[in-house]
C-alpha cells in the first residue's frame, strides 16, 4: 500500500493480533464519534485479509453503539463458510471490550455471466463543471476525497444532498479489495439525510444510522469520479430508508446502497 495516500494508509492499517482478530487506531476527525462509514470499511479491510483474495460483492452492517475517537478498534472475524465460489465472513467491532458493529460480508469469485444493467444514471452536470465544496473535517481528515455536490444547499454546510460526484483524493494502486472498502467508506455519507421524507419540515432530535448494506456489482475504482445517488423510500415511526446507487462518469453501476437510519423527531 505504499502509493496509498497517508490518511487512506492510516484507516487501513490493520495490525494483527493472532488468529483472525486485528487491530486499528480512531484517529480524531474533529467530530464526538467516529463516522460509521470508517468502522464499517475497516471491519470489511478486516475481513477481506482473511478471504485469500477474493473480492467482497456485498456487506450488512448493524451499527450498536457509537465509535469514540482516540480509543483503538478491535476486529473479530470468523470465518463461516468458503466455498467453490463464495467465501462469508462475519467481523465484530469493539471498543473497550464491548462491540459498535457487526457486519456480514460476502466474496465471490469472479465468473462469466450476464452484464446489464437497469436504466441510466441521474442526470447530472460532470464533476468539472461543479465548485468543490468546503468540506467538514472529518471528510478532509483523515481520509482524503474529492466532492462536487451537484445541487449544494444555500450557504452550503452539511450533510451534503444527493447526489454528488466523489473519488479518493490521489491514487491508490490497484488491490480491489482496497477500492472496495473505499467505496464501503463513502457509501455512508449523507445518506441519513437522504432517508428523510420530502419536505419533512421538523428537526430532528436524532439521526443515526442503524444498518446499512452494500451490493458490489462491478470492480469499483474509488480513486476515479463516481456519482452518488440516494433518495428516500419509506418513513414511519422513528425509521426511514433511503436507497442509493454508484456510477461511474460513464454511466455504468458499479454499487448499489441500503440504510436504515432512526429519525426521531425534535419536540416542537
Given at each position: ?35 460509521g462509514g470508517q468502522v464499517a470499511a475497516q471491519s470489511l479491510r478486516a475481513a477481506c485479509l482473511t478471504a485469500g483474495g477474493r473480492p467482497p460483492h ?19 472475524v470468523a470465518r463461516t463458510r468458503d466455498g467453490r465460489s463464495f467465501s462469508t465472513r462475519h467481523v465484530t467491532a469493539s471498543q473497550g471490550g464491548k ?170
Amino acid at each position: 500500500m505504499s502509493d496509498v495516500p497517508d490518511g487512506i494508509t492510516r484507516v487501513f492499517d490493520l495490525t494483527p493480533l493472532g488468529g483472525d482478530s486485528f487491530t486499528a487506531a480512531s484517529p480524531p476527525v474533529g467530530r464526538p464519534r467516529l463516522f460509521g462509514g470508517q468502522v464499517a470499511a475497516q471491519s470489511l479491510r478486516a475481513a477481506c485479509l482473511t478471504a485469500g483474495g477474493r473480492p467482497p460483492h456485498s456487506l450488512h452492517a448493524y451499527f450498536i453503539r457509537p465509535g469514540l475517537p482516540d480509543d483503538p478498534l478491535v476486529f473479530e472475524v470468523a470465518r463461516t463458510r468458503d466455498g467453490r465460489s463464495f467465501s462469508t465472513r462475519h467481523v465484530t467491532a469493539s471498543q473497550g471490550g464491548k462491540p459498535i458493529l457487526e457486519l456480514i460480508a460476502s466474496f465471490h469469485d469472479p465468473e462469466d455471466g450476464f452484464d446489464w444493467q437497469a436504466g441510466p444514471p441521474p442526470s447530472a452536470p460532470g464533476p468539472e463543471e461543479l465548485a468543490e465544496p468546503e468540506l467538514p473535517a472529518f471528510l478532509r481528515h483523515p481520509a482524503g476525497f474529492d466532492i462536487r455536490v451537484v445541487n449544494p444547499p444555500a450557504g452550503g454546510g452539511f450533510p451534503m444532498p444527493h447526489p454528488f460526484w466523489i473519488r479518493v483524493s490521489a491514487p491508490v494502486g490497484d488491490d480491489p479489495s482496497l477500492h472496495a472498502c473505499l467505496v464501503a467508506y463513502l457509501s455512508d455519507m449523507g445518506v441519513v439525510s437522504s432517508a428523510r421524507a420530502p419536505g419533512s419540515p421538523r428537526r430532528l432530535a436524532t439521526a443515526v444510522t442503524l444498518d446499512h448494506a452494500v451490493w458490489f456489482h462491478r470492480p469499483p475504482r474509488a480513486d476515479r469520479w463516481l456519482l452518488y445517488s440516494a433518495d428516500p423510500v419509506a418513513n414511519h415511526g422513528a425509521r426511514g430508508l433511503a436507497r442509493g446507487t454508484l456510477h461511474t462518469a460513464d454511466g455504468t453501476l458499479v454499487a448499489s446502497v441500503a440504510q436504515e437510519a432512526l429519525l426521531r423527531p425534535a419536540s416542537p
